[in-house]
């Protein structure tokens, strides 16, 4: 795994994995703890996630397990990003938010691949996964069943009747 961190890839898993006795800060500095060291400075890094996430500079000594589903989202994309990724695999991240933690949720990935940062998004939401994709893969038990630019996907009358219920 530490090689992988080197590499600049950095997942973010389905369900958050967040310690809950850790309060938002302590999550911050573990996601540092095998940053890639080209780039910037943890300070600058920090400043950075609480720019994306400005509730969690407000919440930093709160501990994650008492933060609501969205915030704890937030968290665990933030931990990602200090480790300076140049690729950030997102699993799930829609999964059980409220719908405007979806709308931020959507912004950010949108953001964070406006900087140049490759995201590998693995999403259930398949009309969020093809807004936010440049390419698009229709998975069906583990095999891939459909591949396409996004907005050809979005418009195939097959992902819009299986997946979209249009």
């Known amino acids: 795994p530490h090689d992988i961190i080197a590499l600049g890839v950095v997942q973010v898993p389905e369900g958050r994995l967040l310690f809950p006795d850790m309060t938002v800060y302590e999550h911050i500095e573990l996601g540092a703890a095998r940053a890639r060291t080209d780039g910037l400075t943890f300070a600058q890094r920090v400043e950075w ?49 409220a719908p405007i933690m979806v709308d931020l949720l959507e912004d950010t990935i949108r953001s964070l691949n406006e900087t140049g940062m490759t995201v590998l998004l693995v999403e259930q939401r398949v009309d969020l996964a093809l807004r936010l994709a440049k390419r698009g893969y229709v998975l069906e038990t583990g095999k891939v069943v459909l591949e396409d630019a996004a907005a050809s996907l979005l418009n195939d009358p097959r992902v819009k ?5 249009i």
């Not at 009747?161 to 219920?165: D, E, M, Q, S």
Request: glycine share 12%; charged share 20%.
């Open 161 to 165: 009747t299986a997946y979209l219920g």
């Open 49 to 97: 996630v609480h720019d994306l996430f400005p509730i969690l500079l407000e919440r930093r000594d709160q501990k994650a397990g008492t933060m609501s589903g969205g915030q704890q989202q937030m968290l665990a994309i933030a931990r990602g990003l200090m480790a300076n990724p140049r690729c950030l695999m997102l699993d799930e991240p829609s999964l059980g938010l």
